[in-house]
């Protein structure tokens, strides 16, 4: 086969291409860091246990670096890459479709993890525009030769297939064996219901009797939305589970952030004042006790919150 005639939509071609796969790369690499947030999607949409979901976004983070890299070196684009890329943007669609349909344009859809929040109808958007560009690509591409391509192109899929497990290394032992800490003391809980600011509303129900789960969480830290996240897919799977949130920030904020993370229906409270919400969870958020009777028998963030640890923790006397 000839080589190709370099025109003017041949150079616009690879450069789109090069475009393309490197808006791949940065949506695969945005959700690494914090990677959880993608893993919890998974277990929320049934697809995955709380194992399997670490091993679930890295492959598909691992696709999505596949893409860009072929997307970059033009290989096969007619044959393979624009076709692959294409379904894959289509599964993307669908996917948010079923999430504006169900739960409505709320929220960050995550396309580009926590580093750029993407409503599902902008995320539509752009696959869309995504789409059209690689119908554009594949009209003005010219077929190459790719004899020695194809083991660059090999290459470069395994190295991006393993890239995500190497950037962001997954060690279940680790996540089974974290346990929250284990305290005792008596956290003042009287503050949620006798306040000095009153513009506090007390709780509906009584936290200072029997066992609860209180999570307290600022409308503003990056850490508690993923605690936020946890927590929502945790009362998705048990409802039995006595979550209470205790949110600090401002008003504004409040119910955006309650229907953008799914917690309406977990019992909670808007609390301001700085010094009596500190007094209760201490300088570092988010921060989650597990309280019976007023007692704080243990206390951790999200990594240490987990259905079996809740579950066995709740069954005990």
């Known amino acids: 086969m000839p080589l190709p005639k370099f025109t003017i939509w041949t150079i616009l071609s690879i450069l789109l291409s090069i475009f393309l796969g490197g808006i791949f790369i940065f ?12 893993e919890y999607t998974f277990v929320d949409l049934g697809i995955a246990t709380w194992d399997t979901a670490p091993f679930v976004a890295r492959l ?11 997307l970059i070196i033009n290989f096969r684009l007619r044959r393979l890459t624009l076709p692959l890329v294409a379904g894959l943007l289509v599964v993307f669609c669908i996917y948010l479709t079923g999430i504006l349909l169900t739960k409505g344009n709320n929220g960050n859809c995550g396309c580009f993890g926590e580093y750029l929040t993407m409503t599902p109808l902008a995320a539509i958007a752009k696959n869309i525009g995504m789409l059209l560009l690689c119908g554009l690509i594949y009209a003005m591409t010219v077929p190459m030769k790719d004899r020695y391509m194809r083991f660059l192109a090999g290459a470069l899929c395994i190295a991006g297939l ?19 800490q284990a305290v005792n003391y008596k956290v003042p809980l009287d503050l949620l219901y006798t306040s000095a600011n009153p513009t506090n509303i007390p709780p509906a129900i009584e936290l200072r009797r029997g066992k609860h789960i209180i999570a307290y969480l600022s409308l503003t830290c990056p850490h508690c939305r993923i ?4 927590i929502h897919v945790l009362h998705k799977e048990n409802p039995a ?14 119910e955006p952030y309650l229907r953008d993370y799914g917690l309406t229906d977990i019992p909670h409270q808007l609390f301001l004042g700085p010094d009596e919400f500190i007094k209760m969870a201490g300088a570092t958020l988010p921060q989650i006790l597990w309280v019976n009777n007023s007692i704080v028998e243990k206390k951790g963030n999200y990594f240490q919150l987990t259905r079996s640890a809740v579950e066995a923790w709740m069954a005990q006397p």
Do not use: H, W
């Open 162 to 180: 393993a890239l995500p497990f190497i950037l962001n290394v997954v060690n279940l032992d680790d996540a089974r064996n974290m346990q929250p």
């Open 241 to 254: 589970i006595p979550f209470y949130l205790v949110l600090n920030g401002k008003k504004e904020l409040y």
């Open 27 to 38: 949506s695969g690499y945005t959700k690494l860091y914090p990677i959880e947030p993608f």
């Open 60 to 70: 598909l983070i691992g696709l999505e670096f596949c893409c860009g890299a072929l």
């Open 227 to 230: 605690a936020a996240q946890k």
